[in-house]
């Protein structure tokens, strides 16, 4: 095992904060698969679909038969680490302020020779190894050599936290602390260590089931939220923005109309002052204090969590404006991934499927309970993964769109969610 | 079928070398470290620019030009010309290819030039566009140039075959003795064993004296028929045998051996000779591992006794295997491309009488390697020529 983290020491204020600075970042077009697959979790290297062969680095053709069907395909990561050294020197300005590090070269059992990252609790070369892929702080992705079984605090381990959003010792901000998946995700938060977790409720007046016991853990702090008000955002920033290393944005409004079973707007104007406007107002008032924090020392900003839902790749009719909603808060949320870049804050959009709530009671199971999905979205911060599709809903939506997204729209069109 | 047989290279010179000085940094362009080599190669050999008929350029600093810009920017018009990106290996390929065109009559006198320039940080910035691989593969795990990948080859080489710093160690003070006479080498203090050892350390097991100083400069050398170097009255070395070979042994999982392996036999073959008879080598020296593998994928050792042998020789010009007498690139620096030259112009040299004050005695035979492209996990470019004095 290694040694657990110890909590970071309070910051000296008379120091500069650190401006944030990345890894290298630039990447082949071939080479972002590798991304692509990490941003979800998984290790995925080329394989040949003629000969087999897997292929690293990325390429345009098999090294042996030259064919060019290298298709990305998941990866046990099984290897040999061969050597390894660790670096005391760096022309790179993100790494020059980490050094010591070390780096290892891994033989897969699959064939290829890799350069990895090396966490301290990796055994010494030569030894028996698992590779996995994980995003950096670039929002790339870059190889791991790890113990071949999870071990007791290796999230604390230097190089992972580089590498994660783990909310150990970090303070968050629940945006919505009403609802079931809101008190849901506070109590994962606690249990995953959240140092401060502050907890948004618009409307006070409305007394609803939980809320009030959430103030009694030690870690939360109730503050007045209302996405719907550039004041209620503008004036809460000014209070905690300074000090939130992980921003979720849990608030939504969903209703369950499409385009003839309501006249008028009222309704699809109210979820898209939450579910866009309100994302915006937020990202307007907050982002900026997050980037001036991504390398704030160990317990730095770090991300920021966007709760979305599978409707937003393809429009579920049945839910049509809450769908159009969503889809908006996605194509805002991938501009805010653009500008969180270079301060290194990953952010974390989650799909799910239909949560288990009031505004879902007439869909049939299979719907995510609250408790899951937050368990899910604080095991995304530890994994570090950037797309989250929790729930089987979820996953099964996600491999139709991949397959063919016409496919699936006319699959919805025609009532067949 | 049989293999064909390669022909010989009967009756080609390798003459005047050149070296523009290196200095660690500077504000001029590689065309001006390029046309210095070739200015200088006129000035000494009395040839006009216009007799200048092949051209070969290795460059990293040119972009966006080529060799093909080069010949407007200096007014010269070859009807041979050649661009080698292969780094360290572009030496020994560029006098490989002249030496067919000079046997075919493609040309009658080709200058093969590497130079280089190095503004304040051309060397970080040049690092990430080195190649596709290390974009995607290595440039974003932080140790920037090659010396993660190195250290990974050195410790591996270092478990395996029992290697100790202590030897790599001896390597580097021997060539720290020679360059002491090299007037263009950027260190001429000498080095102590204690030195070395003492040294920080870079990115373990490599520390500093085991790393090149990245510099600005320039090498080259005129091909030509050995009687149009009569002719001319040039001093100039004999070319006995050339061999190049790219991604060699690319199953081995880590370097363990250079391509140089793959190719000795016909090296030696078509030289005639054997290991025995060299009288001094320059091996490609980005980092000292690479020397000691050089020992033995070359045939001076069996592979796994490098270790023995730098112990059980003298590698100094007055020793009994001189190698690098120049000093090499861990005592002269590292002129980007030129890296590939300074051992080739230095055993022209060695062979022709032009190493003044640092002339290995009674040197007939000289062997020069080389090596380039770090693009991954290993350099590509292997080659090897063999040298004669002309008697």
Request: with cysteine; aromatic share 8%.
């Amino acid at each position: 095992m290694s040694l657990p983290m110890q909590r970071p020491r309070r910051k000296n204020p008379l120091l500069r904060t650190r401006a944030p600075t990345l890894p290298p970042w630039g990447r082949s077009r071939v080479a972002l698969g590798l991304t692509a697959a990490a941003a979800v979790g998984r290790f995925e290297l080329q394989q040949c679909a003629d000969c087999g062969a897997v292929q690293y680095p990325p390429r345009e053709a098999c090294h042996v038969c030259l064919s060019a069907r290298l298709q990305w395909k998941p990866q046990s990561g099984a290897g040999m680490l061969l050597s390894e050294t660790t670096l005391h020197h760096s022309n790179d300005l993100f790494f020059r302020e980490r050094l010591p590090w070390r780096l290892g070269l891994v033989r897969l059992d699959s064939g290829p020779t890799l350069m990895v990252h090396l966490p301290d609790c990796t055994p010494a070369a030569p030894a028996a190894v698992r590779v996995d892929a994980r995003l950096d702080r670039a929002g790339q992705a870059v190889l791991l050599g790890l113990p071949l079984k999870e071990i007791e605090h290796m999230n604390d381990d230097r190089v992972l936290r580089e590498m994660h959003c783990d909310p150990k010792f970090r303070k968050v901000l629940v945006t919505d602390g009403k609802t079931a998946l809101g008190q849901a995700l506070v109590k994962s938060l606690a249990a995953a260590g959240a140092d401060l977790i502050w907890v948004g409720h618009a409307e006070p007046w409305k007394k609803l089931p939980g809320f009030a016991d959430l103030s009694a853990l030690p870690q939360v702090t109730l503050v007045p939220l209302d996405l719907s008000s550039a004041k209620s955002v503008a004036e809460l920033a000014g209070e905690v923005a300074g000090k939130v290393d992980i921003v979720i944005n849990n608030a939504e409004v969903h209703r369950t109309h499409g385009i003839a079973t309501r006249r008028g707007v009222d309704a699809a104007r109210a979820e898209m002052d939450i579910n866009y406007f309100g994302l915006l107002r937020l990202a307007q008032e907050f982002g900026p204090a997050l980037k001036g924090r991504g390398a704030d020392g160990a317990a730095s900003a770090v991300a920021w969590v966007n709760l979305l839902s599978i409707y937003a790749l393809s429009n579920y009719p049945p839910h049509g404006t809450y769908s159009a909603s969503k889809a908006a808060a996605l194509s805002l949320a991938q501009c805010l991934r653009a500008e969180m870049r270079g301060a290194g804050i990953r952010v974390v959009n989650v799909f799910p499927g239909p949560i288990d709530d009031d505004w879902n009671q007439l869909l049939p199971p299979p719907k995510l309970a609250p408790a899951a999905l937050a368990q899910a979205i604080v095991k995304a911060l530890r994994d570090g993964v950037e797309d989250l599709y929790p729930g089987d809903v979820a996953q099964e939506w996600l491999a139709r769109w991949r397959d063919n997204p016409k496919v699936l729209e006319r699959e919805l069109a025609a009532g067949e969610g | 079928m049989a293999k064909s047989t390669r022909q010989g290279y009967a009756g080609v010179a390798v003459a005047v070398p050149v070296t523009v000085p290196y200095v660690r940094y500077s504000t001029h362009g590689a065309h001006w470290f390029v046309g210095q080599v070739i200015a200088e190669m006129l000035r000494q050999s009395g040839i006009a620019k216009e007799q200048i008929d092949g051209l070969c350029v290795s460059s990293f600093s040119l972009a966006p030009d080529t060799a093909v810009g080069l010949t407007q920017h200096l007014g010269l018009c070859p009807r041979w010309l050649d661009h080698l990106p292969l780094g360290g290996a572009s030496g020994v390929v560029a006098v490989r290819r002249a030496a067919r065109a000079i046997q075919a009559g493609d040309a009658e006198v080709v200058a093969c030039v590497a130079g280089d320039t190095n503004h304040v940080d051309s060397f970080r910035a040049s690092l990430g566009s080195f190649s596709l691989f290390a974009r995607d593969a290595t440039y974003p795990y932080g140790s920037g140039g090659p010396n993660a990948m190195f250290a990974f080859i050195t410790a591996h080489y270092m478990r395996t075959y029992g290697a100790r710093r202590e030897d790599f160690g001896r390597i580097c003070v021997a060539q720290r003795e020679n360059a002491l006479a090299t007037p263009y080498a950027m260190f001429r203090k000498a080095l102590t064993q204690e030195d070395y050892m003492a040294a920080r350390v870079i990115a373990e097991p490599i520390h500093l004296f085991d790393c090149v100083m990245p510099c600005a400069g320039a090498e080259g050398v005129l091909v030509m028929s050995e009687a149009r170097a009569r002719d001319l009255g040039l001093p100039y070395a004999r070319l006995l045998a050339a061999t190049e070979r790219h991604n060699a042994y690319r199953e081995d999982p880590i370097m363990l051996r250079g391509g140089w392996a793959m190719d000795r036999d016909e090296l030696y073959g078509q030289a005639g000779v054997k290991p025995d008879a060299i009288d001094l080598v320059q091996f490609y020296d980005d980092y000292p591992v690479i020397v000691m593998m050089q020992y033995e994928d070359l045939g001076f050792c069996a592979k796994g006794e490098g270790p023995a042998f730098v112990q059980s020789h003298d590698l100094t010009r007055a020793g009994s295997l001189p190698t690098n007498t120049s000093g090499g690139q861990l005592s002269a620096g590292q002129a980007g491309a030129a890296g590939g030259y300074i051992g080739l112009t230095e055993t022209v040299r060695q062979l022709s009488g032009q190493a003044a004050g640092r002339a290995v005695a009674d040197a007939q035979l000289g062997l020069v390697s080389g090596f380039g492209m770090v693009t991954y996990d290993r350099c590509l470019c292997t080659g090897a020529l063999i040298l004669a004095r002309a008697n």
